[in-house]
Structures are given as structure tokens and as C-alpha cells.
């Protein structure tokens, strides 16, 4: 018996989560079909493989190009392409709760809680005031991104292109996507400290979370002192910190004799801090990934890994989870019953989900590697492939932080292998435990527990 279209519609959307889901996935299809277009690429003609996989990477503002996106596609192309970053950086639910609003519309709670998850939040802050501060936040970084990054980019193109290239890698940044129109990123500006700086700015604020931001904004302009910030703020903040200069440092002492051979000292600097910035959430480079040293891929891995904030444009399982993690550890070897940090205890609740989100992450990214290395090298000694068993880890954990750094084997990928990357791509940007929410059932809760007992560990 089929169920009447309203109620198919409710029990499909009842929840927030697949609501994500399926904005998303027809976001990703209508992208892929407008790229098809023969007006999107100069040839006239692209694999929709090709144009699935570039749709999905701009929508999960992920980076990874199976094509040069500055050869292939025209203007209009690469504006679509612009189009798709901006939406899925800002996020779906938030433009369509605007365009809701400017019809005089409520807020449905679905929507409601949808926000409440993704952007962390809390019972003192509205939800139209927290829309409005990213909107804001947007528009006024982009812009003044925009403006600095022209004094670099006018010079090499026309006036009408210089624009367009300000603009298009301005918001690329801000989104954390990565997307770059020159088809070796910034590797020939890696000694040019404005631009660097700047696009590593960008990728820095658009990856602590628009929650942070407000947050910030609302302490400057209300001059409090720092200890007025929330503790989710002073995580994220201080991890932040701490993970850039630790991974700045570790760049700069295992790639001196490698790809900073040659350079000088500040020179070295500045590439060590923009590869640091950008492994943890963009894909930008300005060295050539695929000539780092095992350690320093390893090391780029586990920053993929990390992620960016909650409510951010960045991926990953997230820097508050990896804190969390970390502050559970030092604890307990410390003697102290629960986790502490900044004179505040971290709730049982934050904890469980820290340590869910991680096992979901780390299930989903072990069977990404398994599938991607069986359509990739199949079943052939590991004598025969050396080096490709790195490489496509690298790949599927950069498609699955969204971050969308390669070692250059994101080309040469087979069909089935594309849209595996597409598919990480996909549950890195939305989250594994959204994905699991999405498609599981709420029981009953249950009324009792049962008697505790220990298990030998260590």
C-alpha cells in the first residue's frame, strides 16, 4: 500500500539530517548536469564523471580536480563552479532559511534544529541573528580578500579577469575549498608574502567556525576580556594555535633539505606556515605535494585527519574533537577523575560524542581505503606497487577532510575510483554520524541499565 505524497514527503524529511543529505546530493547533480553544458568547458564537452566529481568537490568545498579547472572550463564554467563553492561553504540550510524569511515564512523546527547542530547553537543566541553575523561575515571577508589579492592578480590578467581571479580565490579560501584557476595552485607565488598571507588569513577565519567569529565580534565591540569567551571558543582557538605552530615547525624541519632546499630562512618559514594552514582544512600548495618526504605526507595525513572547527567550512573529524581526546588523556595520566580545561569540566555527553565521531571516522575511512585500493591496484603484489598504497591513503583521507590536497593521482583515477573519492567527499562534508543518524531508527529509551563491571585494558 502506498502511503499518500504528504506523508511519504513528512516521514522522509522528518529529519534534519537527511534533509542535509538530500540538499546537498541535488546540489552536487545540478551542478554536474550545468558543468555538462557545452557552454561550461572550452572543448564543449566533458565525462560526466568528470563533472560529477568536480560538482561534488566545489560543493564539499573539497578541492580535488579529476581536470585542469582553469583549462577546461569557460567563464561560465567557472563561475557555476564559484556558485557551488559559495553555496556549500555557507551551507544549504542557511541560504534557504534566508530566502524563507524574505518571504515572511517561519522557521520550520526541523530547520531549527538543523541549524542548532550544524552551528553549535546555544540557548542565548538566535537563530536569525546568528544567519544574519554569516552572512555579514561573508560578504565583508570575501571582500576585503578580494581587494588585497587584486594588487597580485591584476598585473598577470585583464581588468575584467583580474576581478574575476580575486574574486574566485578569495571565496575559494574563505570556503576552505581550495579550488585554484592556475593549474599548479600557488606554487609560482610561494615566495610572495601578501598573497600567501592573505590567502592563509582567509582559510584561518573561515575554518575556526562562524559561531568563533560572532563570538569574537560580540567581545570586541562589547570590549569584555577574553574570560567572557565560551569554552567551545577558547578550545578552538587555543588547538588552532597550537596545532599551526607545531605543524609549522615540523614542515620546516623535515622538508629544510628537501622541497626548502635552497631557499632562505623566511623564505622557508612562509611555505612551512601556508602548508601547515592549508593541510588541516584547504587544498592550496606552493610546493608540489607529491615531492614532500614519507614523514612530512604522514604528518600532512594526520592534519587532514584533525579537520578545521565545528560550523566552519572545513572538514575533518574536527580540532574541539582531537582536543577533547587529548584533554581526556592528559587527565587521566594526570590522576584527575574527568577532563579539564580553562577552569571548566567537559561534559560526559561532549566526550561520547568525541569518541563516536572518531570510530564512525575512522570505520568509514578504512573501507574508503580498501575499496580505493582494490579499484586502483586490485590484487597485485605489494613489491609492484610501491608508493601507491601511500598515495591513495593520502587521496581518501584528504576527499574525506575535504581538504583537497593530492600527490597527483587524483588524474589518473578509474571511474569506479572517482566516484569512491566522490562518495568520501560526500560523508566527510555532511559528517559520518549525520550519515548514521540519517539513515537509523530511534528506539524506545531504555528504563534500566545493567550491573557494571571492568575488562583488563593495556
Same mark, same amino acid.
Given at each position: ?10 516521514? =522522509? ?5 537527511? $534533509? ?36 561534488? *568537490? ?126 599548479? *595552485? ?18 584561518? $577565519? ?26 567551545? &571558543?577558547?578550545?578552538?582557538?587555543? *588547538? ?7 605543524? &609549522? ?14 631557499? &632562505? ?8 606556515? =601556508? ?10 600548495? &606552493? ?18 585527519? $584533525? ?34 580545561? =580553562? ?19 575512522? =570505520? ?95
Amino acid at each position: 500500500m502506498k502511503l499518500p505524497l504528504y506523508k511519504l514527503e513528512k516521514s =522522509f524529511t522528518s529529519s534534519p539530517a537527511r $534533509i542535509s543529505i538530500l540538499g546537498y546530493a541535488s546540489l552536487i547533480v545540478s551542478g554536474a548536469f550545468l558543468l555538462c553544458l557545452p557552454i561550461s568547458t572550452i572543448n564543449r564537452h566533458i565525462q560526466f564523471v568528470d563533472a560529477l566529481f568536480t560538482a561534488a *568537490s566545489a560543493v564539499c568545498v573539497t578541492g580535488l580536480t579529476s581536470v585542469d579547472t582553469g583549462a577546461t572550463f569557460t567563464l561560465f564554467g567557472k563561475m557555476v563552479i564559484l556558485g557551488l563553492i559559495q553555496v556549500g561553504g555557507v551551507g544549504i540550510m542557511v541560504l534557504s532559511t534566508l530566502f524563507l524569511f524574505s518571504l515572511g515564512k517561519k522557521i520550520s523546527l526541523n530547520g531549527k534544529m538543523l541549524l542548532k547542530d550544524t552551528y553549535n547553537l546555544s540557548g542565548g543566541k538566535g537563530t536569525l541573528s546568528l544567519i544574519k553575523d554569516i552572512v555579514l561575515f561573508t560578504a565583508v571577508v570575501e571582500f576585503i580578500g578580494s581587494v588585497v589579492l587584486f594588487s597580485r592578480f591584476s598585473s598577470d590578467q585583464t581588468a575584467a579577469m583580474g576581478i574575476f581571479y580575486c574574486v574566485f580565490h578569495s571565496v575559494s579560501a574563505f570556503c576552505n575549498a581550495g579550488f585554484s584557476l592556475f593549474p599548479d *595552485s600557488f606554487t609560482g607565488y610561494s615566495h610572495d608574502w601578501i598573497l600567501n598571507l592573505t590567502i592563509s588569513t582567509l582559510i584561518i $577565519i573561515g575554518g575556526i567556525g562562524f559561531v568563533v567569529l560572532s563570538e569574537m565580534k560580540n567581545l570586541i565591540f562589547s570590549r569584555r576580556s577574553l574570560s567572557h569567551l565560551t569554552l567551545h &571558543t577558547k578550545v578552538v582557538l587555543s *588547538s588552532t594555535a597550537i596545532l599551526l605552530f607545531v605543524s &609549522t615547525a615540523a614542515f620546516f624541519l623535515l622538508e629544510s633539505s628537501n622541497t626548502l632546499k635552497g631557499m &632562505t630562512i623566511p623564505h622557508k618559514f612562509l611555505v612551512s606556515f =601556508f602548508q601547515s594552514v592549508n593541510a588541516r582544512t584547504a587544498g592550496f600548495n &606552493t610546493v608540489q605535494i607529491g615531492e614532500l618526504t614519507n614523514e612530512t605526507l604522514l604528518l600532512t595525513i594526520l592534519l587532514m585527519f $584533525i579537520g578545521a572547527a565545528p560550523g566552519s567550512c572545513g572538514g575533518g573529524i574536527k580540532v574541539t574533537t582531537f582536543s577533547t581526546l587529548m584533554i581526556l588523556g592528559v587527565s587521566r595520566l594526570a590522576g584527575r577523575s574527568s577532563p579539564q580545561i =580553562f577552569y571548566r569540566r567537559i561534559s560526559d555527553e561532549s566526550i561520547a560524542k568525541a569518541v563516536s565521531l572518531i570510530m564512525v571516522s575512522f =570505520f568509514v575511512i578504512t573501507i574508503g581505503i580498501m575499496l580505493l585500493q582494490q579499484t586502483e591496484i586490485g590484487e597485485i603484489s605489494h613489491q609492484l606497487t610501491r608508493g601507491a598504497f601511500l598515495e591513495l591513503i593520502f587521496e581518501n583521507i584528504s576527499a574525506f577532510g575535504t581538504v583537497g590536497l593530492s600527490t597527483g593521482v587524483t588524474p589518473t583515477l578509474s571511474v569506479p575510483g572517482r566516484l569512491i573519492v566522490v562518495l568520501m567527499m560526500f560523508v566527510g562534508r555532511l559528517g559520518p554520524l549525520v550519515i548514521a543518524v540519517a539513515v537509523s531508527r530511534r528506539g524506545a529509551a531504555k528504563t534500566y541499565s545493567y550491573a557494571q563491571d571492568d575488562i583488563m585494558i593495556g
